[in-house]
T-cell receptor, first 113, second 110 residues
Framework: DVKVTQSSRYLVKRTGEKVFLECVQDMDHENMFWYRQDPGLGLRLIYFSYDVKMKEKGDIPEGYSVSREKKERFSLILESASTNQTSMYLC????????????FGPGTRLTVT | GQQLNQSPQSMFIQEGEDVSMNCTSSSIFNTWLWYKQDPGEGPVLLIALYKAGELTSNGRLTAQFGITRKDSFLNISASIPSDVGIYFCAGRYNTDKLIFGTGTRLQVFP
């Protein structure tokens, strides 16, 4: 069964903290994505990766960085968390050339206080 | 970044009613997709459309790829309580990236 897991379902951090969100997929997918979901704005792409050590900026990369050292793992890093980064973060993965079959993790609801 | 206009934003309906929602874009797409997100979960793919004019069904769900390639529609017939959730459209044009709509939140009352 297809599986994308995210390290935490809920996270509370303080302003200025460095935050790591981890995503792991067990489907040998080449592409992995990080989205942010906010009410009324849908899903917005932060970063994506199409191979190990490769990354590309999405629509809203400011304040975020990513790391992909292994094919199955894609990390989202908030270098210095701010309150406007309070949101639901969703990770997804897919085979290359099959973007329509994006498999999503359950999401991490991050609150920055 | 580009976003799709999805409407309505929310719907409150009675069990058994039919539901319609749509998505429009200023750009053309090669693929239209519809996802459903249950409360507390990630989105799950419902229907994928690959050709202008295509009409595809998945149980009580029917989706259409607009003839202009700039819009898509999703209909749910005879709604049931487990249809509750957020429905997202997404479009794709020649890349591995998807552009998502803003979502339609559906509530079904018994």
């Amino acid at each position: 069964d297809v599986k994308v897991t995210q390290s935490s379902r809920y996270l509370v951090k303080r302003t200025g903290e460095k935050v790591f969100l981890e995503c792991v997929q067990d489907m040998d997918h080449e592409n992995m994505f990080w989205y942010r979901q906010d009410p009324g704005l849908g899903l917005r792409l932060i970063y994506f990766s199409y191979d190990v050590k490769m990354k590309e900026k999405g629509d809203i990369p400011e304040g975020y960085s990513v790391s992909r050292e292994k094919k199955e793992r894609f990390s989202l890093i908030l270098e210095s968390a701010s309150t406007n980064q309070t949101s639901m973060y969703l990770c997804a993965s897919t085979y290359q050339g099959a973007a329509y079959e994006q498999y999503f993790g359950p999401g991490t609801r991050l609150t920055v206080t | 970044g580009q976003q799709l206009n999805q409407s309505p934003q929310s719907m409150f309906i009675q069990e058994g009613e039919d539901v319609s929602m749509n998505c429009t874009s200023s750009s053309i797409f090669n693929t239209w997709l519809w996802y459903k997100q249950d409360p507390g979960e990630g989105p799950v793919l419902l229907i994928a459309l690959y050709k202008a004019g295509e009409l595809t069904s998945n149980g009580r769900l029917t989706a259409q790829f607009g003839i202009t390639r700039k819009d898509s529609f999703l209909n749910i017939s005879a709604s049931i309580p487990s249809d509750v959730g957020i429905y997202f459209c997404a479009g794709r044009y020649n890349t591995d990236k998807l552009i998502f709509g803003t979502g339609t939140r559906l509530q079904v009352f018994p």
